[in-house]
């Protein structure tokens, strides 16, 4: 089984070396390495020749910053093997990743895996990403237009999911929560509950107090109390608006049913309701409480 790795980069020599290691001590070999730079102005590019005679390396350079989901895309055009990984540069593969996600995927489009969570030191400060962030593992659509629960850089996906994921829609903010979109509409997603990747966060980027029931108590109270920073902040209204656009500007291409249209529908209402800033009335807060809450509550119970 061939499988391929799209790797997207900006500047990251700082962590590069750190995954091109691990990728070498798979315990199934991949057959390539799609690597799409984005115009790294580091040595990034230099540590990736080290690495020629060690891993199947093709490096594409982008005419220019473009962005990382259109960083995606392009590596994602390149790949040939049967399968196909997604990549980020700054992570740590466990070394039998490609190895436990092809014994899991089976008949599903789309398989993903648990992941601890590092720091910028690489010291391990969440064992799970799952239950650290109280993470839902279920795909069914519905729930996945409330809440991506696919990790890209945890998961691998057959080769023609492709032909009906790209080219990526115009406006599209995130890749992975597209693609599993797509793959659940295909022949599903399926899920290891294992910690195959290394996971790095940075700074304010951590995730905090998200521990499972105490940090769901405290967002919920956020929701409830109308704190419109942390509704912005943690419901992504910037992230959903466009992603629901997407997706109702493919409902052929992503075979929804009436009452899945119906459904993102409904959630694309509901997040312009969250959109209140300080100057509204209380009517209208209350409006976009109701509405930031019926999206947490389905998101995380």
Not at 12 to 30: C, M, N, W, Y
Not at 41 to 58: C, F, Q, S, V, W
Not at 189 to 216: C, K, M, S
Not at 288 to 298: D, G, L, M, P, Q
Request: neutral net charge.
């Amino acid at each position: 089984m061939n499988v391929t790795i799209a790797l997207a980069l900006y500047n990251g020599a700082g962590f590069i070396r750190e995954l091109l290691d691990s990728l070498v001590l798979q315990t199934k070999p991949v057959t390539e390495v799609i690597a799409s730079d984005d115009g790294s102005t580091d040595k990034t590019l230099d540590i990736l020749a080290e690495y020629a005679g060690r891993l199947p390396l093709t490096v594409i350079r982008n005419p220019g910053k473009k962005g990382a989901t259109w960083n995606f895309e392009n590596a994602l055009r390149s790949c040939h093997g049967e399968y196909v990984a997604l990549c980020d540069q700054d992570d740590i593969w466990e070394p039998g990743k490609v190895e436990r996600l092809l014994q899991g995927i089976k008949h599903a489009s789309l398989v993903h895996s648990d992941a601890s969570v590092i720091d910028h030191q690489g010291a391990i400060v969440a064992p799970s990403f799952s239950r650290q962030i109280h993470k839902q593992t279920r795909t069914e659509f519905k729930k996945l237009l409330f809440r991506n629960s696919v990790t890209g850089c945890t998961s691998m996906f057959r080769r023609e999911l492709l032909d009906r994921a790209l080219p990526f829609p115009e406006g599209l903010p995130v890749h992975d929560w597209w693609l599993a979109l797509v793959a659940e509409k295909t022949t599903g997603i399926t899920y290891v509950p294992e910690t195959l990747t290394r996971y790095r966060q940075h700074g304010g980027n951590l995730f905090g107090n998200n521990d499972a029931r105490g940090g769901t108590v405290s967002q919920a109270w956020q929701v409830l109390t109308g704190n419109p920073d942390w509704i912005s902040a943690k419901l992504r209204p910037d992230l959903r608006a466009p992603l629901y656009h997407c997706v109702l500007e493919n409902i052929q291409r992503l075979g929804l049913t009436a009452e899945e249209q119906q459904e993102c529908r409904r959630l694309q209402n509901l997040i312009a309701q969250t959109l209140v800033s300080s100057g509204h009335t209380k009517r209208s807060l209350r409006s976009s409480v109701r509405a930031a809450w019926e999206i947490f509550r389905y998101s995380c119970f």
